[in-house]
């Protein structure tokens, strides 16, 4: 690479795994050059689009990854599709190396009798937040609800649900959004675990915000106040896992406040089967008790309970898509890899040499795909929090540069940064910039405002385009 061209860098995604990525490798010190893209119009991904309305708090985090978007390194390019409209084989002829960052909003199924009548918690969170590949409206017709799953998706699902349309108003959803949520008529919201307290993965502050609303009750039973040796010992481990097992003792003791909207979370109970009537409709949910078995898991007790529900949703964890051009490893829905670096689908070639540092046999007789790295959900599963986004980040990237002062990676043919938009230009691409972010925001913040509010969403996918546009229009 000739040593006055930067290092060009074509990034995968602009949730915070993609933004952390790209700030890790503007930090590196080395001369870099990179285009993050994202096949939505608008970024910052899952923060966009998969944290509920009412958690300004959480989505402050946007303001932090605003600053790394603001860096003259970067260029977004936005509403543009890697895999369709433009494909590895185009980035390997514009850049060095490729970064996969796409994340996970696909579903688990739920592995039960009926499990295909429940509802994926991702479907529900991309209504609510108004993604455009997404239903523009929802059935709230049930007045009593379950959801599967004691993390904070479930919670932020069963709080949306708990509360009234007009509670919601305040927030950036559209009108579409509202026109359902008015409609919502649940009065019972029960959110089931499989284990106990000791084990449930909230977060303290969703779960005390469950009760700042005046129409919700939460409810939790005394009876499921329970911990073993296992659970006590996570107890003294976790500082945030007492916490939250101290809020849940909180809520077992209250006194009735009379809102109009009960929450229950229940544990010990497993979920066995979802029933439905002739035509197809949820009407029962039912569930296994079960009791701590010593060591921190559970047994069943054969004593099940059926819930009068009229709609089942599951938050049992995200499931990344498969990605165009890559390997892919279907059993764990993730791209294969070992410290960032993807691996190939099949074994080595005869005296290829496996991959760099590798303790994993199977991993170390596969080749690397050189220039190729991921990071974030697609690369380890939905699991974690931000500071392991972070943490993937930075390994991926410093694996990247060494491997690029090995000479690793692509050799490509026309790295100018003006070469790709030709490119897209060519094929039509209505591509859309961090400029035309700030015009979007700008404008939803104008629709915010005319209602009292801070932010409205922009919800079609073509009117995003439009207020994101200006030069880079494609005509017709």
């Known amino acids: 690479m000739p040593e006055n061209r930067p290092l060009r860098v074509a990034v995968i995604g602009s949730g915070p795994a993609g933004i952390y990525a790209s700030d890790a490798l503007v930090k590196s010190g080395e001369n870099v050059s990179i285009d993050l893209y994202e096949r939505m119009p608008a970024p910052f991904g899952l923060i966009r689009y998969g944290v509920a309305p009412d958690h300004p708090r959480i989505k402050g985090i946007i303001k932090s990854l605003h600053k790394v978007l603001d860096k003259p390194q970067i260029r977004l390019l936005g509403n543009v599709a890697v895999g369709t409209d433009i494909r590895l084989d185009d980035l390997r002829r514009h850049y060095d190396a490729v970064i996969y960052a796409t994340g996970a909003t696909d579903d688990r199924d739920l592995p039960v009798a009926g499990g295909e ?13 108004a993604n455009p590949d997404f239903s523009d409206s929802w059935d709230l017709s049930a ?47 029960h959110v089931f675990g499989r284990r106990g307290p000791a084990q449930a993965k909230f977060t303290p502050l969703e779960l005390k915000e469950l009760n700042h609303s005046d129409t919700i009750e939460v409810v939790v039973s005394p009876e499921d106040i329970e911990y073993d040796a296992a659970s006590e010992e996570a107890r003294r481990n976790s500082k945030i896992q007492d916490m939250v097992c101290t809020i849940l003792e909180q809520y077992a003791i209250a006194e009735p406040k009379g809102a109009p909207h009960k929450l229950y979370l229940h544990f010990f109970e497993s979920p066995k089967e979802i029933v439905t009537d002739a035509d197809g409709r949820v009407t029962a949910f039912v569930t296994e008790r079960t009791e701590l078995d010593g060591s921190g898991g559970v047994r069943g007790t054969g004593r099940l309970t059926e819930w009068p529900v009229g709609a089942v949703y599951r938050a049992v964890g995200y499931r990344s898509d498969e990605q165009p051009d890559v390997p892919w490893d279907a059993a764990k829905n993730v791209i294969p890899n070992v410290g960032g670096r993807v691996l190939t689908e099949g074994p080595t070639a005869d005296g290829i040499a496996g991959v760099p540092g590798s303790a994993d046999p199977e991993a170390a007789s596969r080749e690397v795909l050189p220039g190729v790295y991921t990071t974030g959900w697609i690369r380890r599963g939905p699991v974690g929090l931000i500071g392991n986004t ?3 980040a930075n390994e991926a990237v410093a694996n990247l540069l060494a491997d690029h002062a090995e ?55 073509e009117d995003m385009v439009r207020y994101s546009s200006g030069e880079n229009r494609v005509e017709a």
């Open 117 to 129: 009548h429940s509802v994926g918690a991702g479907r529900f969170v991309g209504f609510y937040d």
């Open 143 to 189: 007045e009593s609800v379950a959801v599967v799953g004691v993390g904070n998706v479930g919670l932020d699902i069963a709080r949306v649900l708990a509360k009234t349309g007009d509670e919601l108003l305040t927030t950036e959803i559209p009108d579409n959004v509202y026109d359902s949520l008015k409609t919502n008529r649940a009065r019972e919201v």
């Open 390 to 392: 972070k943490g993937d």
């Open 407 to 461: 000479g690793v990676g692509f050799d490509p043919e026309a790295p100018g940064e003006d070469a790709v938009l030709d490119l897209l230009h060519e094929r039509g691409v209505d591509y859309t910039t961090w400029q035309g972010w700030y015009n979007l925001d700008a404008h939803e913040r104008a629709l915010g405002e005319a209602e009292g509010r801070e932010r409205k969403k922009v919800r079609l996918w």
